[in-house]
């Protein structure tokens, strides 16, 4: 499981003209489902993410957690995180979950972050959305669960 996680100043996300989540400082979290991904790579990462330092103290360090600046979370559902394109022109999806799989996994993930005390607004899952952020620094990290 890969997370891409950019700090933002605020973020929302639109589907079919209407806004179905947004936040104001916070994380978005771009998230992608293999096939090998399980309830434990969801709840590292939510654990993970909860617990990272990212955001600058008073000595402009990186030193404080979402938590203590009172940032929020956007989730999205993101399968082309498993795209890959070292052959030829056109990306191959074949490591991504399917649907029935990724779904399910993206909304315990979800929970799991709810369960660390974090707000969790989210994309729609399977939808053309339109995400819209204000990149704050910029930060952007690649989060994963460890291999097995």
Request: net charge negative.
């Amino acid at each position: 499981m890969r997370v891409l996680l950019q700090r933002a100043k605020d973020a929302s996300v639109t589907v079919d003209g209407e806004i179905v989540g947004s936040i104001a400082k916070g994380y978005v979290l771009l998230v992608g489902i293999t096939h090998e991904d399980s309830e434990k790579d969801a709840a590292y990462l939510a654990k993970k993410i909860a617990g990272l330092r990212i955001y600058e103290d008073e000595e402009g360090k990186m030193n404080r957690s979402i938590e203590e600046v009172e940032g929020a979370i956007l989730s999205v559902s993101q399968f082309t995180l498993y795209g890959n394109v070292q052959k030829g022109r056109r990306p191959s999806f074949i490591d991504a979950a399917r649907p029935e799989q990724a779904e399910p996994l993206w909304e315990y993930f979800n929970e799991q972050l709810r369960n660390e005390g974090l707000h969790v607004e989210t994309g729609q899952f399977g939808a053309m959305m339109d995400v819209q952020l204000t990149n704050d620094g910029p930060v952007t990290l690649l989060v994963e669960s460890p291999k097995a």
